[in-house]
């Protein structure tokens, strides 16, 4: 019973930090939908990326985490994406460390957050390859 307080509570942090972009589809086992956007100080503009994933929780496994949506997100980049959050719930101490695994999502989002394609007016690439090579080399480094 206090294993499902703790979880519970837990559900409940995450709902005040992320507020209406947190939907709690059930809170025991955890499992919501969380729309995530890159760091930017809510500047709408500076934001060319996001998504939607859900994360469904058990007390046995490392939480389930799947992409639901998103924006200005190729597949490579959305597998990338996947692969960095369900690695880091395999790092985690328990499996109900939903706030650190919101806010993993968060930061890995927000170093893929860079405009993708090429320009509909010249054509040309939105990112220099130098540039992405150069924050991709970047984020490995900080993994």
């Known amino acids: 019973m206090a294993e499902e307080e703790e979880v519970k509570m837990e559900v409940e942090a995450v709902q005040s930090v992320y507020g209406d972009d947190c939907v709690i589809i059930e809170s025991y086992p955890p499992y919501l939908h969380l729309h995530i956007k ?19 929780a058990s007390s046995q496994e490392p939480p389930l985490v799947y992409l639901i949506d998103s924006k200005g997100l190729d597949k490579q980049r959305q597998t990338l994406l996947l692969s ?35 320009c509909p007016l010249c054509l040309y690439p939105l990112v220099s390859e130098d540039d992405q090579t150069e924050s991709e080399f970047t984020y490995n480094i900080n993994i």
Do not use: W, Y
């Not at 890159?38 to 469904?56: K, L, N, R, Y």
């Open 38 to 56: 890159p760091c930017t100080a809510d500047v709408s503009s500076q934001q060319f990326v996001e998504a939607a994933i859900g994360i469904q």
């Open 84 to 118: 960095n959050i369900r690695d880091k719930t395999c790092e985690l101490p328990s499996c109900f460390m939903l706030v650190a695994l919101c806010k993993e999502a968060v930061e890995r989002l927000s170093t893929m957050n860079h405009p993708d394609g090429d």
